[in-house]
T-cell receptor
Framework: DAGVIQSPRHEVTEMGQEVTLRCKPI?????LFWYRQTMMRGLELLIY????????DSGMPEDRFSAKMPNASFSTLKIQPSEPRDSAVYFC???????????FGQGTRLTVV | DQQVKQNSPSLSVQEGRISILNCDYT??????FLWYKKYPAEGPTFLIS?????DKNEDGRFTVFLNKSAKHLSLHIVPSQPGDSAVYFC????????????FGTGTRLTIIP
């Protein structure tokens, strides 16, 4: 298996623009997580899905952030409009079942200027 | 409110010596703890875990110790090798929401040759 695949690897955008981050989880994994890594807060959980259904979005910072999982093999995290403080590395992770380890993608480094 | 804390942002250790990374948690409901390792430009990868019914788990050069009364765990790496230079994240899980991990802010370990 290729692992969790995220795209793009790097994204530079201007403030106010819409940004869409993409994730393909490992096949057969029922859970998908979106994390944001910052110096201050480490790995911060934004939202997670179970069988394509959002379970907990309490970590989503503002209404500017939204996430979807239209099918078992694809998820998006959208920021609209983007702001400089959104600059961070965003990770997607998938997990087969509860109480198993989560596998992370390589991340998307987002820079909003 | 940071429920999992790694108070040392960085640590430097001589090659061949022991590296000790520390992690504290505040939520007494956590019953499973994991360590993830992250290299630059890569996603975190699972390293070792421990259940709260144990106080020690060993895997090769890596040992995790858990002190439940102190709500403290530590990762020992011995002997330290240059390839161990990475950021280490501590994570915890509660039985109530056992698919979700809460991460610390990470400790950057540098092994000096």
């Amino acid at each position: 298996d290729a692992g969790v695949i995220q795209s793009p690897r790097h994204e530079v955008t201007e403030m106010g623009q819409e940004v869409t981050l993409r994730c393909k989880p490992i096949s057969g994994h029922d859970y998908l997580f979106w994390y944001r890594q910052t110096m201050m807060r480490g790995l911060e959980l934004l939202i997670y899905f179970n069988n394509n259904v959002p379970i907990d979005d309490s970590g989503m910072p503002e209404d500017r952030f939204s996430a979807k999982m239209p099918n078992a093999s694809f998820s998006t995290l959208k920021i609209q409009p983007s702001e400089p403080r959104d600059s961070a590395v965003y990770f997607c992770a998938s997990q087969r079942q509860p109480n198993t380890e989560a596998f992370f993608g390589q991340g998307t480094r987002l820079t909003v200027v | 409110d940071q429920q999992v804390k790694q108070n040392s942002p960085s640590l430097s250790v001589q090659e061949g010596r022991i590296s000790i990374l520390n992690c504290d948690y505040t939520n007494s409901m956590f019953d499973y703890f994991l360590w993830y390792k992250k290299y630059p430009a890569e996603g975190p990868t699972f390293l070792i875990s421990i259940s709260s019914i144990k106080d020690k788990n060993e895997d090769g050069r890596f040992t995790v110790f858990l002190n439940k009364s102190a709500k403290h765990l530590s990762l020992h790496i011995v002997p330290s090798q240059p390839g161990d230079s990475a950021v280490y994240f501590c994570a915890a899980r509660s039985p109530r929401i056992n698919e979700k991990l809460t991460f610390g802010t990470g400790t950057r370990l540098t092994i000096i040759p």
